[in-house]
């Protein structure tokens, strides 16, 4: 990790901010649906707010290769704050929408300009992976800090808003990091090209639809769906699944959830600060096993945790956690092997495919959930993640079918 200038920490300290903003959601639920009427509405809710991130994936990643990162960091940092204000205000469901959807397009804009900085740092894949790594281990301890913060605030003041109000403190202070003179001399810049560390000479830009067309590419990005379908699926419903499936009390389900999160923490910061043997390949099937074992427990024992075994959600979120953690950043970096010059596009390009997995969770699982019950949506979970573990094997098979034409 030595090397990181200090605008790759501000960057890391605003991914944290975001993991906050991202859990506060799943945690509030019960809650916000019961002011809702639905799970339906939740879903419409959801649905809005990975919408916007696939606006800002989109326009991020064509930006980063067009305007100075001082620039978009600090705009897409206000839209953020003034975002969660419309969110704290709003009268009715409208401005909720509009709110999480502008604050979603700002916050994955800022994260694919965030994956592109940080993959200058370094130019060897495993090592790229590792510095990438550093935004997930961010969000993820945002994560697991939210959880338990709301619990906390709940003995207080059980408002949906409440912790959407105090977000407004690390955000404001994420912001003036960013004001700090000199704070991106550290970064090249070269226009309207893209670089990835590995040179500074100009290279031309491909467009998104070629980047896609590439076959180790296409698969990372369905990989990318399923990937954000599962972790998102988690953290929007499991609360909700909990209290519904397996009987236990909200704030249990929060510590459940909050299982989930540190199992992803502890698999981003073993990526990110400690060295191993395996390969980006062998890490993403091994972990996949992992994250197989611990959902399988959760849909298919769903009643022994309120019969005599409560300790069993939190270990199978734990090693569900664990096994979802990095498919992002190894995914990213076996897209970077296949088209060096061109991080901001594939930040990009896996961006959306994270989100419109995320769209899924929220309106299908939402509206599933309606029309029969929260158990049986959740269980798609599991059928998402065979079939991201089909995907791992395409991208298996067809880096290793590119390295012996």
């Not at 953690?325 to 390009?349: E, H, R, Y």
Request: hydrophobic share 55%; charged share 5%.
């Amino acid at each position: 990790m030595g090397g990181i200038p200090f605008v790759g920490w501000a960057i890391t300290f605003a991914a944290l901010c975001s993991g906050l903003f991202a859990a506060i959601l799943g945690a509030v639920t019960p809650e916000l649906r019961a002011e809702l009427g639905s799970y339906q509405s939740m879903g419409v809710l959801m649905m809005a707010w990975v919408s916007g991130g696939v606006l800002g994936a989109f326009q991020g990643g064509k930006l980063a290769q067009k305007v100075h990162p001082r620039t978009l960091v600090l705009a897409y940092i206000g839209s953020a704050l003034l975002s969660t204000l419309v969110i704290v205000g709003s009268p009715n469901f409208v401005g909720m929408l509009v709110g999480f959807f502008c604050f979603s397009a700002a916050e994955t804009a800022f994260m694919t300009l965030g994956h592109s900085i940080l993959s200058q740092v370094y130019s060897e894949p495993t090592s790229r992976a590792r510095v990438i790594s550093l935004i997930d281990v961010a969000f993820s301890a945002g994560t697991v800090i939210t959880p338990a913060a709301i619990i906390g605030l709940h003995y207080y003041d059980s408002s949906w808003r409440l912790p959407y109000l105090l977000f407004l403190i690390p955000m404001g202070l994420a912001f003036l990091l960013f004001l700090r003179k000199g704070a991106f001399n550290q970064i090249a810049w070269h226009g309207s090209h893209d670089d990835s560390g590995a040179a500074n000479t100009a290279v031309q830009p491909q467009s998104y639809l070629n980047l896609a067309r590439v076959p180790t590419i296409m698969w990372c990005m369905a990989a990318g769906v399923f990937a954000g379908f599962i972790e998102w699926g988690q953290y929007f419903w499991y609360v909700s699944y909990g209290i519904q499936a397996q009987g236990i009390s909200a704030n249990t389900a929060r510590f459940g959830l909050q299982s989930f999160v540190a199992g992803m923490l502890a698999v981003r910061c073993w990526q990110a600060f400690f060295h191993s043997d395996l390969g980006l390949h062998q890490k993403l099937w091994r972990l996949n096993l992992l994250a197989l074992t611990g959902l399988s427990v959760l849909v298919l024992l769903p009643n022994h945790f309120s019969q005599g075994m409560p300790w069993l959600y939190s270990i199978s979120n734990f090693l569900f956690g664990l096994g979802v953690g990095v498919a992002f950043p190894i995914l990213l970096s076996l897209m970077i092997n296949a088209a060096p010059t061109q991080s901001s596009k594939l930040s990009a390009l896996l961006m959306i495919s994270f989100t419109l997995g995320a769209q899924l969770a929220g309106l299908f699982i939402g509206n599933l959930a309606d029309w029969t019950n929260v158990q049986i949506a959740y269980s798609t979970l599991l059928g998402g993640l065979v079939l991201f573990t089909v995907s791992v094997w395409m991208i298996r098979y067809r880096t290793a079918k590119a390295l012996f034409k």
